[in-house]
């Protein structure tokens, strides 16, 4: 095994890009990730997909075959990978192992999703294919539903508030307004959040993430060539992938993702890191408790102060360790199969220095965090700057 | 890069599992090649999962975190991959470079589909999605239509015959009455083929693979460390994947899938073998035309000789080249992402001399070749005897 960097990203506008098709989104993202990394198409060696659900979205799945024709750069294998939210986490685990393995070079691991302008069902018929359909969807549990669970669980726990939850999305709109790709550029107040309609109590409609539409993409090359494309690579120092149960029901507490739990341990061990090394962080907070259930998951503080370290500033940029820079999928948008390349195009551009209005000062470490369905699956990537 | 072995297989019954749940599928398949292997569940270190369209079919995406958690073996990653019928392959693929890249040691590469019992669409309108739905489904071109053209211009361009294609299914009926495993263990006349229903012309109904329910998984570990598990390994010598175009009209010809023909290309160098050498393979029969040209692609006869070389008994067991012995998607059944491993696993149990009634005598070096949609995934597995 040899190391891996990052040598160039691609982001689309995340939101509702009802003037483009999935295929176009996804060649926007990809085209812009060559154009920064020096690449030139036919010159890569493989492609990662991380998409969760073109099939019921679109009706179209082979979307690596999509992809790769659309692109122009068939016959270049090109394979997609799902575990729902974290289908991109994923994308960017297995395109890490094919650079790694030494049988690739030049590889792209991409995600996107295309979730507005359905034909048939609607967007929260089809996220209930992410929880446990038989055991949760069917028998009336909603995607957000599990999460109102895990949220009252940790308020009678922990005494979380829903003020501290409310901060997590005014904290992650502030840094949103400052990104030109998020799909809400704009500050809410915390009064907005909590006087939001409610969606499932005690989680607000500003409590949750949007259903959006984009896509991103990031060209990996082995470690020892990176310079011979860009003068500031990012090395991938840590992977951890883990499974978790589908059902909330069968888990020992509500109150943890024991997948991301594992995978961070696993990534944080192959680094030789610790959390309090991290500087910057994008944390899956495809509701605003995952946010505070995240930052507690990663070791950024104890169980169940997750919610005191928002409220204490100490997550916002030029806090102990800055998350969601980007604006999270909160302000940003969480578009499912691209979040997980979405977040790493993030900290890529944090280590990087080029994060413009939203840069964290001296970023050196970074980390991501994708959470699958309600916790199904746990990915975790640990990227350092490459000089 | 390492070596890597095949060191147990498992196969559910292929048919209409209306008794059986899509999780239930799998740990059935998954048990079998344990048990096979002598490896317990607990040592496994990564499972990637093979399956089209569990979305469509069942409402379920996040299949690895499914299959992670019925098979009780959290937090082991799991990952789903797809690409339509090659779904399998993929998975294979994915699994190998795992194992080779020295990240993991003991891997299952499986697959699955339940395409019965379904809850809404039906059947044909799913399988839309694994070709170009915005290009062909929509505008009413079926699956099958899309291989009746293939046929067409077949039969045009080389005198291929509708005789020779019911030659195909005769065959692999012939070989799957000796198979356990396959869904319809019965032999078919050549005049039944002709006389069957209509599909689409010149494919009737014995032309075509059946809808299926049925799952399959292999245990990889390192070359050198297999004969601690097994007398009786099998090495995966040569693996390749090639993308081609979604559409069949993007085509520079209608008698041929390139992405198979890279794939092979790429599985034959690496393995450092030549066509004539293989004495065994599983071909990618979802229409009896798919066999002629697969056998043309592979290279086991020239191109536009494929339908003769089956009328001439080349392709029987016995013959020069044993093709379907297991009875192919045909006759053993076709449930999608379950086909890529199936393949591996009959080809797996023919290297290792337990095929029983349908033996290929002193088989030493076989082949899969699995391909997704009308051909826009390519993969083809080397195989050989590992002792």
Not at 6 to 19: N, R
Not at 295 to 305: A, I, N, R, S
Request: glycine share 12%; aromatic share 4%; net charge negative.
């Amino acid at each position: 095994m040899r190391d891996v960097a990052i040598i160039g990203t691609g982001i689309t506008k995340f939101g509702e890009l009802w003037d483009t098709t999935f295929r176009e989104i996804f060649v926007d993202a990809g085209v812009r990730a060559l154009d920064d990394s020096n690449v030139s198409g036919h010159n890569i060696d493989a492609m990662y997909i991380g998409n969760m659900s073109a099939g019921q979205f679109i009706k179209q799945e082979h979307v690596g075959s999509v992809i790769a024709d659309h692109s122009g750069l068939k016959p270049i294998p090109c394979t997609r990978v799902e575990a729902a939210c974290a289908s991109g986490g994923l994308a960017l685990r297995e395109a890490f192992i094919s650079v790694s393995s030494g049988i690739n070079d030049l590889v792209v691991a991409g995600g996107i999703e295309k979730m507005t302008d359905l034909l048939s069902d609607k967007p929260n018929g089809i996220l209930g294919a992410l929880s446990d359909r038989e055991w949760e969807a069917y028998v009336g549990a909603t995607y957000p539903g599990l999460h109102a669970l895990m949220a009252r669980r940790h308020m009678h726990k922990y005494g979380t508030t829903e003020e501290q939850m409310a901060e997590v999305a005014v904290k992650n709109h502030k840094n949103g307004a400052l990104n030109p790709y998020a799909q809400y550029q704009r500050e809410i107040s915390k009064e907005a959040v909590l006087k939001s309609a409610p969606v499932t109590t005690p989680l607000n409609t500003l409590d949750c993430s949007p259903i959006s539409d984009g896509g991103a993409a990031l060209i990996l090359a082995p470690a020892e060539k990176a310079k011979e494309y860009t003068d500031n690579p990012v090395v991938i120092k840590g992977t951890g992938q883990a499974s978790g149960t589908l059902s909330l029901h069968d888990r020992d507490s509500l109150t943890e993702i024991p997948a991301a739990v594992q995978a961070a341990e696993s990534a944080y061990e192959m680094a030789g890191r610790k959390p309090f090394e991290i500087d910057v962080a994008e944390v899956h907070d495809s509701f605003t408790i995952a946010e505070i259930m995240g930052v507690e998951d990663l070791g950024f503080c104890e169980k169940g102060e997750g919610g005191k370290m928002v409220e204490e500033g100490k997550t916002r940029i030029g806090g102990e360790v800055a998350v969601n820079p980007s604006g999270g999928l909160k302000s940003k948008g969480h578009p499912i199969g691209a979040t997980g390349i979405a977040q790493a195009v993030e900290i890529a551009t944090q280590l990087q220095g080029e994060a413009g209005k939203r840069q964290v000062e001296d970023a050196e470490i970074g980390l991501t965090h994708n959470v699958g369905g309600s916790g199904g699956t746990g990915v975790v990537h640990i990227l350092e700057r490459g000089d």
